[in-house]
């Protein structure tokens, strides 16, 4: 099965790789950091000078997902 870009099939299952695009590659409903597939991968938090600035998918304890 093909997966498109940002998306990888692991165990015929859509996977999400790219975790910073703000798309919802693996068409799960979950875009980025609100994707478990994400979960400890690097996304982008925002941008400084025109650049981005890489941070990490985490989850707080309360279950909530977002790029720190």
């Known amino acids: 099965a093909s997966c498109g870009s940002g998306c990888q099939c692991l165990a015929n299952m859509k996977s999400e790789q790219n975790c910073g695009d703000l798309l919802d590659n693996d068409r799960d409903l ?9 979960e400890s991968k690097s996304c982008v938090k925002g941008t400084v000078d025109g650049g981005p600035v890489i941070g990490m998918c985490i989850k707080t304890d309360a279950g909530v ?4």
Request: charged share 40%; with cysteine; proline share 0%.
């Open 65 to 68: 997902r977002y790029c720190q």
């Open 30 to 38: 979950k875009v980025d950091c609100a994707d478990t597939d994400c």
